[in-house]
């Protein structure tokens, strides 16, 4: 069975401009949240989603935003980029919301010059 | 003070040594997780624990509940478990909190 499946792996943008990430979950997982990983902060938990809606979110601003389909895949989105926001983004699904093990994606590499 | 601590931030061991990793949690949990992540960013779960202890080849992962205390251990370490382990809380609300890792280093 294929396992989390992050795009793009890597991208370089300019501060100003805004990206997209994408996550394809495991094959019948309905519950996918993002995490943000800097040397200087570690993993942060960024958002959840479960049934296409926002469970939770991290504290971060509101330039980052998410959303999921139908199909249980996930984007998220980060306008206005700042050299801060240079990061590994992982991507993970669990089956659920409850206490389950949780699958992460390879993450996109995001420079921000 | 973080949420999750863990130590040692960094660990070096002979070939074969046992480790032990620590984790302790100020927060109410509904399970604690022990992430590996090797260098390249992959992130793989090693366990999932809500109580007791439970064991997956060479590697052993106990909490205690009361005590708001995991530990991970490693026997026979060997070179390839070289990575960063991660201890990682989720609370009542679902959020993950995460430690800073752990950087273990096993030489040959």
């Known amino acids: 069975k294929a396992g989390v499946t992050q795009t793009p792996r890597y991208l370089i943008k300019t501060r100003g401009q805004q990206v997209t990430l994408s996550c394809s979950p495991i094959s019948g997982h309905r519950s996918v949240s993002w995490y943000q990983q800097t040397p200087g902060q570690g993993l942060q938990f960024l958002f959840e989603?479960?049934?296409?809606?926002?469970?939770n979110k991290g504290n971060f601003p509101g330039r980052f935003s998410g959303r999921q389909f139908s199909n249980s895949r996930s984007e998220m989105n980060v306008s206005t980029l700042e050299l801060g926001d240079s990061a590994l983004y992982l991507c993970?699904?669990?089956?659920?919301?409850?206490?389950?093990?949780?699958?992460f994606g390879e993450g996109s590499w995001l420079t921000v010059v | 003070k973080n949420e999750v601590e863990q130590s040692p931030q960094n660990l070096t061991a002979q070939e074969g040594e046992f480790i032990t990793i620590n984790c302790s949690y100020s927060v109410g949990i509904s399970a604690l997780h022990w992430l590996q992540q090797h260098p390249g960013g992959g992130i793989v779960s090693l366990f999932m624990?809500?109580?007791g202890k439970k064991k997956h080849g060479r590697l052993i992962a106990t909490i205690n509940i009361q005590e708001k205390h995991s530990s991970l251990h490693i026997t026979a370490s060997h070179p390839r478990d070289s990575a960063v382990y991660i201890c990682a809380v989720r609370s009542g609300d679902y959020k993950l909190t995460f430690g800073k890792g752990t950087l273990l280093t096993v030489n040959p």
């Open positions: 989603y479960f049934s296409e809606t926002q469970r």
């Open positions: 624990l809500s109580s």
């Open positions: 993970a699904s669990s089956l659920d919301r409850g206490v389950n093990t949780i699958y």
